[in-house]
């Protein structure tokens, strides 16, 4: 087991997610105990399996790095298939992210500008063992047109705020 050294147990820990046609992209994120910092732990990059495969491929993701039981998640809820697929391995309800794309963005914009307002200190920050492709798809991400650019890795966050804010 590696254990993920910014993990919090004491924190409740929560699944985003986007899916696209081929692949899942999976992210762990921790908001703190008082909610004002939100860290993505880990990310992946699941392909070309079927939706069972990823989840369990998943679930040994997430105990190789020491996570104890998730809290709940969200994902891309127009497939019902692949969220109900983790929830049935994980023994926790993921949902459909609800609200609209717009509302989603720009509570993603909003933390992380707190982030960089804060140095870290508050919003949205990246543990080092998510990949560099990460930070730099958020930086050059200004609005979700499909097929166009890779924003899988910004799609799941935007699908955990809109849940966990509940816009």
Request: aromatic residues 14%; contains cysteine.
């Amino acid at each position: 087991m590696t254990e993920d050294p910014q993990y919090n147990p004491a924190w409740p820990l929560y699944m985003a997610m986007d899916f696209g046609w081929w692949n899942n992209f999976i992210g762990w994120v921790q908001p703190s105990g008082n909610g004002d910092r939100v860290i993505m732990l880990y990310v992946d990059d699941q392909e070309m399996r079927t939706n069972e495969e990823n989840a369990k491929l998943a679930l040994a993701t997430h105990q190789a790095r020491g996570y104890g039981q998730l809290t709940g998640g969200w994902g891309y809820s127009s497939k019902p298939t692949d969220l109900r697929a983790y929830s049935q391995v994980f023994g926790v309800e993921i949902l459909g992210g609800p609200g609209r794309v717009e509302n989603g963005q720009e509570l993603v914009k909003q933390w992380l500008k707190a982030a960089l307002l804060t140095k870290g200190t508050s919003g949205l920050s990246f543990s080092r063992q998510c990949p560099k492709r990460l930070f730099q798809e958020m930086q050059g991400y200004r609005e979700h047109v499909p097929g166009t650019i890779s924003h899988h890795s910004l799609d799941a966050p935007r699908y955990f705020f809109i849940g966990w804010a509940g816009a």
